[in-house]
């Protein structure tokens, strides 16, 4: 059984910085495409970040730059880094994976399989 654990969010200033982390079990994240997705109320899920199993990530342009996205295959652990934090970055932040290689486009919240409860960012300005 597949489960993805999130932990980490909190609240924070803009300009500063939080790690997310997503705990897996069930699955090996080095040979699967994991990411990490944010939702606010009334608006869809947007992809943020994707590392598929060679080790290449995808950003969305609005957190280029701001936001790293990485993992640790002895912990089976996924992370997102989040420095520059802006208000707009307030959301729940949810990670997700897409069993075997990344979807082509791999930002879109259908291609993946499995996905945690979230955690929730806000960042005050």
């Known amino acids: 059984q597949v489960q993805l654990a999130e932990s980490g969010g909190g609240s924070v200033q803009a300009g500063g910085s939080l790690r997310l982390s997503c705990a897996a079990s069930?699955?090996?994240?080095?040979?699967?495409?994991l990411s990490w997705f944010r939702q606010v109320p009334g608006k869809e899920r947007e992809g943020v970040a994707v590392?598929?199993?060679?080790?290449?990530?995808t950003y969305a342009d609005s957190v280029k730059g701001r936001f790293t996205i990485s993992r640790d295959n002895g912990k089976n652990t996924l992370y997102l880094q989040m420095d520059t934090l802006k208000p707009e970055d307030t959301a729940m932040y949810y990670c997700?994976?897409?069993?075997?290689?990344?979807?082509?486009?791999?930002?879109?919240?259908?291609?993946?399989?499995?996905w945690g409860q979230g955690t929730q960012v806000t960042v005050s300005s």
């Open positions: 069930g699955l090996t994240i080095s040979r699967n495409c």
């Open positions: 997700a994976a897409d069993m075997g290689a990344c979807d082509i486009r791999p930002l879109l919240s259908g291609a993946y399989d499995y």
């Open positions: 590392l598929n199993r060679p080790g290449s990530t």
